[in-house]
């Protein structure tokens, strides 16, 4: 087997090239088996065409597939091939850019990944329904792999689903409720996005054939790094710079949404606290000038560190937990190498 993952400085993701060689090609075969109009918003999504539907000169998706190499790494550290969990890897893929169709709709985000997002360009209604077309693509990419193994997979999506609407929901009612603790942000993240990325891990797991304790292992170090990568985009989304993540930076303070930065600096006293407190209690819309004074007042708050550290100890929750998948030396650093790239990204 080719070489996982090469080692990359902090601040960087280890080159996941071979993913794309082994996620593409199935990736795009799922797409093109979507009815053409959806097909069609899918592949600008993705990066692999023009709106018109002409190919990209260089057409690359311009993700870093963390959920499918999680996957695949998840089926090579219990001693499968990566082969075998080329469908999980797809259907987490599918289920994630679904995800990401839905948001941009519920946020108003007009960019995506460099490019304006898919509703803004082709309208809110295609861009939902490519994301459900993209939804019940998952579902049959799990539903052809082995009998053996189809209704475990199947069933391990379909849970892993059921957490992430119901984090979804829970992250749309926070952004009106008066108060928010950092125990209830944490919870709706394994929601949103620890229930996915969990999915991915046990999903290579069970493809390659392992038993539950391992599978067990998988998911809950997919679960806990979910919940530090949640800390980490919240700290970009921020401090972060538009020109590397390819979505707005600060849209969240001008839409007074309670990141785990903001909630943190809410919940701290003092000056600056105060003063965020009444920023976010107003009725009035937030100018450019407003979410530079937010962003300094949650930093000045507490509230940056805040995730800092929480991100931290996710991830060293979510190295512990691979001590039940019982894997080797050499495939427990590359995890934990994407594990600390994902916390200490710059995009």
């Known amino acids: 087997m080719a070489q996982i993952t090469d080692p990359a400085p902090v601040g960087t993701f280890p080159r996941l090239g071979w993913v794309d060689g082994l996620l593409n090609p199935a990736l795009r075969s799922a797409l093109a088996a979507l009815p053409a109009a959806e097909s069609r918003v899918a592949g600008y999504h993705c990066g692999w065409c023009e709106a018109d539907g002409t190919p990209m000169a260089t057409a690359s998706r311009t993700g870093k597939s963390v959920r499918p190499a999680l996957a695949l790494l998840s089926a090579a550290a219990v001693g499968g091939s990566p082969e075998a969990a080329v469908p999980g890897a797809v259907a987490v893929e599918l289920v994630h850019d679904f995800t990401l169709l839905h948001d941009d709709v519920i946020d108003g985000d007009a960019l995506r990944r460099h490019r304006p997002a898919a509703w803004s360009v082709f309208g809110t209604p295609a861009a939902v329904l490519t994301g459900d077309a993209l939804l019940v693509s998952a579902m049959r990419v799990l539903a052809d792999v082995d009998r053996r193994r189809a209704a475990e997979a199947v069933k391990e999506l379909v849970s892993a689903l059921m957490e992430l609407v119901e984090g979804q929901s829970r992250d749309v009612v926070f952004e009106k409720a008066p108060e928010v603790s950092v125990a209830q942000y944490l919870a709706m ?12 891990c046990a999903l290579g797991g069970i493809l390659a ?10 998911r809950e170090f997919g679960r ?23 979505k707005p930076v600060g849209a969240d303070l001008a839409a007074r949404k309670k990141s785990l930065p903001v909630v943190a600096a809410l919940s701290g006293e003092g000056a600056a606290a105060d003063r965020l407190r009444a920023l976010y209690a107003s009725s009035r819309p937030l100018d450019e000038q407003d979410v530079a004074l937010a962003r300094e007042l949650v930093a000045e708050a507490g509230g940056r560190e805040a995730a ?33 790239a994902m916390t200490r990204r710059e995009s």
């Open 189 to 200: 993240a394994e929601g949103k996005t620890g229930s996915l990325i969990g999915c991915s």
């Open 209 to 218: 054939g392992a038993d539950g304790e391992r599978v067990r292992g998988l």
């Open 224 to 246: 806990r790094l979910g919940v530090a990568f949640q800390c980490a985009d919240d700290i970009l989304g921020i401090w972060g710079r538009t020109s590397r993540s390819g």
């Open 308 to 340: 800092e550290q929480e991100a931290r100890r996710q991830v060293a929750a979510a190295l512990r937990a691979l001590s039940w998948a019982r894997l080797t030396p050499d495939t427990y650093r590359q995890l934990q190498d994407i594990a600390w």
